[in-house]
C-alpha cells in the first residue's frame, strides 16, 4: 500500500463515516444532545483528513503524520482523542516507509492500537480500545497467511473489528443495560470497512468478493429495539427463604414485566426485572421470603447517568434504612409522589379511603423496618393510625391532610437524614403550604355562613368551606386574596379529572391577571371529584 | 523573586474578570456548538449574548472539550518565555479538557508541564490557579493546588434541573427530583461527584438553605459566588460573606457559556474550598 493509496482509503472512511455517523450516534449510552460518539469522530476524521486532500505524497509514511496531526488538533470527545491516539500509532509503525506489505500494515494496526491503549490512564474492555485491539490482531493472522495482500489484512481488520463491536454488550454492563454496542467501537468498525470498500474497488479485486464480510450492519440491526416508551423500573432484589420455589416465583414475576431473571437457590434467589409496576413485584417477592438489596431504578432516566455512585436516586436503598408510603388518588398524582421517591402507594383518597389493611401491606412491602405514611385526606387519618398496633415496623403517621401538604412533606424528605429528623421536618413542610381545594357542592347547605346550592363551585381553604360562586377562577381568586396572595411566590394547580382545557387555561388566565405576582405551574392530577386543588407557597 | 513557569486554565473556571491580569493566568476555551455553529466559550460569544440564545434556541447546544493541538499551540509558545507550566483543568468526570491537555502536553518536547485534573468546577478552578501563581516554584505549585484539590466544593442552586439533565450530567433521581414537580434542586460537587443536598419548592426558600449548608462547612480559606445571569442575588450572598468573613476577598465570577449549557440561567454557586 503506497502514499496515494492509503490516501484513497482515508478519503473512503471520511465518506463511509460520513453516511454512518448518525448511526453510530444512536448508539450513545446517553441519548443527550452533548458529545456525540459519532458526531465526534466524524469531526476528528474530518480534521485527519483536511491536509491530506491536498497532498501528492507517494509515501505512505507521509499521509500517514499527516492524518496523525490533523487528527490530534481536531480531536472532539473522548473518542476522538483516543482515534487520534490510533492515528498517531498507525503513523509511528510506518515511518519512514513509502509503501507497506501486507505485514506492516498490519504490524502499523497492532501498533495503533497499542498506542490508543497507551493513551488512556485506565483502558476499559468491551470500548473503542477492545475494537481495535481485535482488529490489529486479525490483520496479523491474515498476514501471516501465504496469499496476504492488503486488501485482505484490511478485510481482515474490518471483520476482526466487527466481531469485537458484537461482543462489547458482553464486557461492559453500561451497554448491555442500554441494549447496544459499544459507539466508538463501532465506529472504528465503519472507518475500517470504508477503507476497505475504497481498496477493494482500487485493486479489484473479484477473488475477494467470497471473503468478504457483509455490509455494517445498521445500528439499528446491533442495537436490541430500545422501547419507544415506558421504559419502567429496573427492579432487582434478594429473597432470602426457605424452598423457594424459583419456577413458580419466575412464572409469577414474568407476568408482571419483562427481561425477567430469577437465579440462585432454594435459600436465596436473584431476581432482576423491567416492571411498570415495582411495587407489585415487591409486594409479590416479599410474600416468599426476605427481601435483600432491593435496587429500583426508573429506566427512563438511569440511562442517562454518567456520574457513577452519586446514589441518593429514587432506587437506590437509601442509607438512613427509613421508607415512604403515601395515600393517593388520581394517576397524574400517583406519578408525582412516585417520582418523589415514594416507595410504596395505597391507592385511595377522597371518597374511596382505603383500609388499615391496604395500608399495612403496603408498609410491609417496603423494605425498610421504619416507614413514615402520609394520609394525604383527613378521612384517612385514623385508619392509618390502625396499622400502628398491627405491625413490628416503627411506623409513624403524618397527618397531611391534601394533596398539597402530602407533596410539601415528601419532597423535605431525604435519604441521609434519620427518622426523626425527617418527621420533623416534613411536619413543619405540611403545615407551611396552603391548600385550595376547588370541587361543586352536592346538595343544597349552609355552611359557615355560606349558602351554598347543589352544583355551586366551592373553594375550601384548609378543609374549610370558605367561598361559593359558579365560576372557578372567580372562587379561586377569593381564596388567594383571603390567603393573603402577595406573601406567595407560588401557586401549583393539580388538574382532576373533571376539569377541561378551556376550563383549565381560563383559571390560569384569572389567576395571572388578579396575582400578577404569583408563578403558577399547573400539574395533571387526575383526581376525581375536585376538578382544581391548589398549592400555595 | 517572580515565578518563571505559567499558569494555565479553561474557561470553565469562571475566573474573576480583573484575576486573569492580576495573576497573569491563561485561559483555553473550551467551545459550545449551537447546531453546526462553534464559538469559543468567553472569546467569541459573551455571556449575555450566550444566554439570550439560549433562552430562544429550540435545540439546546452541546458543548466539546479544546482539541489536544490547541494546548499543544499553546504550551510551545509559553515555552519560549517559561521553564514550565501548571495546567489546571475541569474535573475529568465531567469533560475530556483534562485528557486533551495531557496528550497536547505530550506533543511539546522539552517543556514541563504540569496537568491538574482538579476534580471540580468553575471558580474553584480559580481560587487553585491563585494559589499556583502566588508560589514561586512549579513544584511547590504543584503539590500546593494537589493539597486543595480535596477540599474544594461547589455548591449549586440550579433553577430548573432541565438543562444539567439534557446535558446528561445529572438525572432526576440522583438529583433526587421527581419527574413531574419543578422543584430546585441544590447540589454539592464534591469527591468527583454531584451529590444531591436538598430539594426546594421555591427560591427565596432555596438561597437561605444553600448559605445554611455552607455554614456548616466553615472554615474556608477561599469562598467566592458564581451566577448565571443572576447578579443581584450573587452580589448580596457575596456581601453578606464579606461582612462575617472579614479578611477574604469572596470576589463575584460569571457563569461561562459552556458551564452555562448545564446549569442554565439563573443558576447560583457558592464556592469554596475548606481550611
Given at each position: 500500500?503506497?502514499?496515494?493509496?492509503?490516501?484513497r482509503?482515508?478519503?473512503?472512511?471520511?465518506?463511509?463515516?460520513?453516511?454512518?455517523?448518525?448511526?453510530?450516534n444512536?448508539?450513545?449510552?446517553?441519548?443527550?444532545?452533548?458529545g456525540?460518539?459519532?458526531?465526534?469522530?466524524?469531526?476528528?476524521?474530518?480534521?485527519?483528513?483536511?491536509?491530506?486532500?491536498?497532498?501528492?505524497?507517494?509515501?505512505?509514511?507521509?499521509?500517514?503524520?499527516?492524518?496523525?496531526?490533523?487528527?490530534?488538533m481536531?480531536?472532539?470527545?473522548?473518542?476522538?482523542?483516543i482515534?487520534?491516539?490510533?492515528?498517531?500509532?498507525?503513523?509511528?509503525?510506518?515511518?519512514?516507509?513509502?509503501?507497506?506489505?501486507?505485514?506492516?500494515?498490519?504490524?502499523?494496526f497492532?501498533?495503533?492500537?497499542?498506542?490508543?491503549?497507551?493513551?488512556?490512564?485506565?483502558?476499559?474492555?468491551?470500548?473503542?480500545?477492545?475494537?481495535?485491539?481485535?482488529?490489529?490482531?486479525?490483520?496479523?493472522?491474515?498476514a501471516d497467511?501465504?496469499?496476504?495482500?492488503?486488501?485482505?489484512?484490511?478485510?481482515?481488520?474490518?471483520?476482526?473489528?466487527?466481531?469485537a463491536v458484537?461482543?462489547?454488550?458482553?464486557q461492559?454492563?453500561?451497554?448491555?443495560?442500554?441494549?447496544?454496542?459499544?459507539?466508538?467501537?463501532?465506529?472504528?468498525?465503519?472507518?475500517?470497512?470504508g477503507?476497505?470498500?475504497?481498496?477493494?474497488?482500487?485493486?479489484?479485486?473479484?477473488?475477494?468478493?467470497a471473503?468478504?464480510?457483509?455490509?455494517?450492519?445498521?445500528?439499528?440491526?446491533?442495537?436490541?429495539?430500545?422501547?419507544e416508551?415506558g421504559?419502567?423500573y429496573?427492579t432487582?432484589?434478594?429473597?432470602?427463604?426457605?424452598?423457594?420455589?424459583?419456577?413458580r416465583?419466575?412464572?409469577?414475576?414474568?407476568?408482571?414485566?419483562n427481561?425477567?431473571?430469577?437465579?440462585?437457590?432454594?435459600e436465596?434467589?436473584?431476581?432482576?426485572?423491567?416492571t411498570?409496576?415495582?411495587?407489585?413485584?415487591i409486594?409479590?417477592?416479599?410474600?416468599?421470603?426476605?427481601?435483600?438489596?432491593?435496587n429500583?431504578g426508573?429506566?427512563?432516566?438511569?440511562?442517562?447517568?454518567?456520574?457513577?455512585?452519586?446514589?441518593?436516586?429514587?432506587?437506590?436503598p437509601?442509607?438512613?434504612?427509613?421508607?415512604?408510603?403515601?395515600?393517593?388518588?388520581?394517576?397524574?398524582?400517583?406519578?408525582?409522589?412516585?417520582?418523589?421517591?415514594?416507595?410504596?402507594?395505597?391507592e385511595?383518597?377522597?371518597?374511596?379511603?382505603?383500609?388499615?389493611?391496604d395500608?399495612?401491606?403496603?408498609?410491609e412491602?417496603?423494605?425498610?423496618?421504619?416507614?413514615?405514611?402520609?394520609?394525604?385526606?383527613k378521612?384517612?387519618?385514623l385508619?392509618?393510625?390502625?396499622?400502628?398496633g398491627?405491625?413490628?415496623?416503627?411506623?409513624?403517621v403524618?397527618?397531611?391532610?391534601?394533596?398539597?401538604q402530602?407533596?410539601?412533606?415528601?419532597?423535605?424528605?431525604?435519604?441521609?437524614?434519620s427518622?426523626?429528623?425527617n418527621?420533623a421536618?416534613?411536619?413543619?413542610?405540611?403545615q407551611?403550604?396552603?391548600?385550595?381545594?376547588?370541587?361543586?357542592?352536592?346538595?343544597?347547605?349552609?355552611?359557615?355562613?355560606?349558602?351554598?346550592?347543589k352544583?355551586?363551585?366551592?373553594?375550601?381553604?384548609?378543609?374549610?368551606?370558605?367561598?361559593?360562586?359558579?365560576?372557578?377562577?372567580?372562587?379561586v381568586?377569593?381564596?388567594?386574596s383571603?390567603?393573603?396572595?402577595d406573601?406567595?411566590?407560588?401557586?401549583?394547580?393539580?388538574?382532576?379529572?373533571?376539569?377541561?382545557?378551556?376550563?383549565?387555561?381560563?383559571?390560569?388566565?384569572?389567576?395571572?391577571?388578579?396575582?400578577?405576582?404569583?408563578?403558577?405551574?399547573?400539574?395533571?392530577?387526575?383526581?376525581?371529584?375536585?376538578?382544581?386543588?391548589?398549592?400555595?407557597? | 523573586m517572580?515565578?518563571?513557569?505559567?499558569?494555565?486554565?479553561?474557561?470553565?473556571?469562571?475566573?474573576?474578570?480583573a484575576?486573569?491580569?492580576?495573576?497573569d493566568?491563561?485561559?483555553?476555551?473550551?467551545?459550545?456548538?449551537?447546531?453546526?455553529?462553534t464559538f469559543?466559550?468567553?472569546?467569541?460569544?459573551?455571556?449575555e449574548?450566550?444566554?439570550a440564545?439560549l433562552?430562544?434556541?429550540?435545540?439546546?447546544?452541546?458543548?466539546?472539550?479544546?482539541?489536544?493541538?490547541e494546548f499543544?499551540?499553546?504550551?510551545?509558545?509559553?515555552a519560549?518565555?517559561?521553564?514550565?507550566?501548571?495546567?489546571?483543568?475541569?474535573?475529568?468526570?465531567?469533560?475530556?479538557?483534562?485528557?486533551?491537555?495531557?496528550?497536547?502536553?505530550?506533543?511539546?518536547?522539552?517543556?514541563?508541564?504540569?496537568?491538574?485534573?482538579?476534580?471540580?468546577?468553575?471558580?474553584?478552578?480559580?481560587?487553585l490557579?491563585?494559589?499556583?501563581?502566588?508560589?514561586?516554584?512549579?513544584?511547590?505549585?504543584?503539590?500546593?493546588?494537589?493539597?486543595?484539590?480535596?477540599?474544594?466544593?461547589?455548591?449549586?442552586?440550579l433553577?430548573?434541573?432541565?438543562?444539567?439533565?439534557?446535558g446528561?450530567?445529572?438525572?432526576?433521581?440522583?438529583?433526587?427530583?421527581?419527574?413531574?414537580l419543578?422543584?430546585?434542586?441544590?447540589?454539592?460537587?464534591?469527591?468527583?461527584?454531584?451529590?444531591?443536598?436538598?430539594?426546594?419548592?421555591?427560591r427565596?426558600?432555596?438561597?437561605?438553605?444553600?448559605v445554611?449548608?455552607?455554614?456548616?462547612?466553615?472554615?474556608?480559606?477561599?469562598?467566592?459566588?458564581?451566577?448565571a445571569?443572576?447578579?443581584?442575588e450573587?452580589?448580596?450572598?457575596?456581601?453578606?460573606?464579606?461582612?462575617?468573613?472579614?479578611?477574604?476577598?469572596?470576589?463575584?465570577?460569571?457563569?461561562?457559556?459552556?458551564?452555562?449549557?448545564?446549569?442554565?440561567?439563573k443558576?447560583?454557586?457558592?464556592?469554596?474550598?475548606?481550611?
Open positions: 500500500m503506497d502514499g496515494p493509496l492509503f490516501k482509503a482515508l478519503l473512503g472512511s471520511l465518506s463511509w463515516l460520513s453516511s454512518n455517523h448518525e448511526e453510530v444512536r448508539l450513545n449510552v446517553f441519548p443527550v444532545p452533548d456525540d460518539t459519532g458526531t465526534n469522530m466524524l469531526l476528528t476524521l474530518q480534521s485527519a483528513v483536511e491536509d491530506i486532500k491536498e497532498s501528492n505524497a507517494a509515501e505512505v509514511s507521509k499521509i500517514a503524520k499527516l492524518a496523525s496531526h490533523g487528527s490530534l481536531g480531536a472532539r470527545g473522548n473518542s476522538g482523542v482515534l487520534s491516539q490510533i492515528f498517531r500509532g498507525f503513523a509511528r509503525a510506518v515511518e519512514g516507509k513509502s509503501s507497506l506489505t501486507p505485514a506492516e500494515l498490519a504490524t502499523a497492532v501498533e495503533a492500537a497499542n498506542a490508543a491503549y497507551r493513551a488512556v490512564n485506565k483502558p476499559t474492555e468491551g470500548t473503542i480500545l477492545t475494537v481495535a485491539r481485535e482488529a490489529g490482531r486479525a490483520a496479523s493472522a491474515a497467511s501465504p496469499d496476504a495482500t492488503v486488501p485482505r489484512v484490511i478485510a481482515a481488520a474490518a471483520a476482526g473489528a466487527r466481531a458484537l461482543k462489547t454488550p458482553s461492559l454492563q453500561i451497554l448491555r443495560d442500554a441494549g447496544v454496542v459499544d459507539a466508538g467501537g463501532f465506529g472504528l468498525q465503519i472507518i475500517l470497512e477503507m476497505l470498500k475504497t481498496v477493494e474497488e482500487s485493486e479489484s479485486v473479484a477473488a475477494l468478493a471473503s468478504r464480510p457483509a455490509a455494517a450492519p445498521a445500528a439499528s440491526q446491533v442495537a436490541v429495539a430500545l422501547p416508551e421504559w419502567g429496573c432487582e432484589f434478594l429473597i432470602e427463604g426457605t424452598d423457594l420455589d424459583l419456577e416465583i419466575k412464572n409469577q414475576i414474568e407476568a408482571l414485566g427481561s425477567v431473571l430469577v437465579v440462585g437457590e432454594p436465596l434467589v436473584k431476581v432482576h426485572v423491567h411498570d409496576d415495582p411495587t407489585r413485584v409486594t409479590l417477592a416479599g410474600g416468599y421470603g426476605k427481601l435483600l438489596k432491593l429500583v426508573d429506566m427512563s432516566t438511569q440511562h442517562r447517568r454518567i456520574l457513577e455512585g452519586a446514589g441518593q436516586g429514587a432506587g437506590a437509601r442509607s438512613n434504612g427509613v421508607g415512604v408510603v403515601a395515600v393517593v388518588a388520581g394517576s397524574g398524582l400517583v406519578q408525582i409522589f412516585r417520582g418523589l421517591g415514594v416507595d410504596a402507594i395505597v385511595g383518597g377522597q371518597t374511596m379511603n382505603p383500609s388499615t389493611q395500608m399495612l401491606t403496603a408498609i412491602s417496603v423494605p425498610y423496618d421504619e416507614v413514615i405514611l402520609l394520609a394525604n385526606n378521612n384517612v387519618i385508619a392509618a393510625k390502625q396499622v400502628l398491627l405491625t413490628k415496623k416503627n411506623v409513624h403524618i397527618e397531611t391532610h391534601s394533596v398539597p402530602g407533596v410539601a412533606a415528601v419532597v423535605a424528605f431525604r435519604g441521609d437524614r427518622g426523626a429528623d418527621l421536618a416534613m411536619k413543619a413542610e405540611a407551611r403550604v396552603q391548600t385550595i381545594e376547588v370541587t361543586h357542592a352536592v346538595r343544597d347547605t349552609r355552611s359557615n355562613g355560606l349558602k351554598v346550592k352544583g355551586d363551585v366551592i373553594g375550601l381553604i384548609n378543609d374549610k368551606l370558605e367561598f361559593a360562586g359558579t365560576d372557578y377562577g372567580e372562587v381568586n377569593k381564596a388567594l383571603k390567603l393573603g396572595a406573601s406567595y411566590e407560588l401557586v401549583t394547580v393539580y388538574r382532576g379529572e373533571g376539569a377541561s382545557d378551556d376550563e383549565l387555561q381560563k383559571l390560569e388566565s384569572d389567576i395571572r391577571s388578579t396575582h400578577p405576582g404569583l408563578e403558577i405551574e399547573v400539574q395533571q392530577g387526575g383526581q376525581q371529584h375536585y376538578p382544581f386543588i391548589l398549592s400555595v407557597e | 517572580k515565578r518563571s513557569f505559567a499558569v494555565v486554565t479553561d474557561s470553565t473556571a469562571d475566573l474573576p474578570d484575576w486573569r491580569e492580576r495573576y493566568i491563561e485561559v483555553v476555551p473550551l467551545k459550545v456548538l449551537f447546531g453546526e455553529e469559543r466559550d468567553g472569546v467569541d460569544m459573551s455571556n449574548e450566550f444566554f440564545r433562552a430562544t434556541s429550540s435545540k439546546l447546544p452541546t458543548t466539546s472539550a479544546p482539541s489536544p493541538g499543544a499551540e499553546l504550551y510551545t509558545r509559553l519560549k518565555d517559561h521553564d514550565g507550566c501548571i495546567s489546571i483543568h475541569i474535573g475529568r468526570q465531567l469533560s475530556a479538557t483534562v485528557e486533551a491537555a495531557r496528550v497536547g502536553a505530550q506533543a511539546v518536547d522539552g517543556f514541563r508541564v504540569s496537568v491538574i485534573d482538579s476534580e471540580t468546577v468553575t471558580m474553584p478552578m480559580a481560587f490557579c491563585r494559589v499556583a501563581a502566588e508560589c514561586t516554584t512549579l513544584d511547590e505549585a504543584a503539590a500546593a493546588v494537589e493539597k486543595r484539590i480535596p477540599r474544594c466544593r461547589v455548591l449549586a442552586l433553577d430548573t434541573l432541565r438543562y444539567i439533565e439534557m446528561g450530567r445529572v438525572s432526576r433521581a440522583q438529583a433526587m427530583i421527581g419527574t413531574m419543578d422543584l430546585k434542586p441544590l447540589l454539592l460537587v464534591v469527591d468527583r461527584e454531584i451529590k444531591p443536598v436538598d430539594r426546594v419548592r421555591t427565596s426558600r432555596a438561597i437561605p438553605r444553600m445554611e449548608f455552607f455554614e456548616k462547612d466553615m472554615p474556608v480559606e477561599h469562598v467566592g459566588v458564581v451566577h445571569q443572576a447578579p443581584e450573587a452580589e448580596l450572598i457575596a456581601a453578606d460573606l464579606r461582612r462575617r468573613l472579614p479578611g477574604l476577598e469572596v470576589p463575584v465570577g460569571q457563569i461561562g457559556c459552556v458551564l452555562g449549557t448545564h446549569t442554565g440561567p443558576a447560583l454557586g457558592l464556592v469554596y474550598i475548606k481550611k
